[in-house]
């Protein structure tokens, strides 16, 4: 929760980048604990590498500082503030009600990672050539924003 307070109210675009970042680890720890690993690398791999990167670039390309003065709507805080207290009572209230989020007792014979491999399998073999289209497209992409992000020399 402050993470994420951390991300909505800091006036730095780097600071609340970061903010993310700690809010995406802390949502792949949660995958952790509902003990699924795969997703958890996922969560890491795909949102704090790749997506942090790209906001990063975004926040270095474009003039933020000068965004960030202009308020979209002035006066707007107490509102906000009132709805964010308002939407956290409902949560705690719907999470401190709700059955759902008891874990249940271990299989006395459970064996994990078998879904893994077999994803992994089907990955790397059935899907291969999308795989690697995939990536050379990111690749175009990136080569794609480092060349407009260049200033052109005088």
Do not use: W
Request: charged fraction near 15%; charge should be negative; glycine fraction near 4%.
């Amino acid at each position: 929760m402050v993470a994420a307070l951390v991300l909505v109210l800091a006036r730095n675009p780097v600071h609340s980048a970061l903010a993310l970042m700690a809010c995406f680890v802390q949502i792949s720890a949660i995958f952790v604990l509902l003990e699924a690993p795969l997703l958890a690398v996922i969560q890491i791999f795909v949102y704090v590498g790749a997506i942090m990167v790209l906001f990063l670039f975004v926040i270095m390309m474009l003039d933020v500082r000068k965004a960030t003065l202009e308020r979209f709507l002035p006066h707007s805080n107490l509102p906000a503030f009132a709805l964010l207290a308002l939407l956290g009572v409902e949560m705690l209230v719907l999470v401190l009600s709700s059955d759902r989020f008891s874990l249940p007792a271990p299989e006395a014979g459970a064996r994990t990672g078998g879904e893994i491999r077999e994803l992994s399998t089907t990955l790397f073999s059935d899907y291969l050539l999308p795989f690697e289209v995939v990536s050379v497209i990111l690749l175009v992409a990136l080569v794609g924003a480092i060349v407009l992000a260049r200033k052109e020399p005088d």
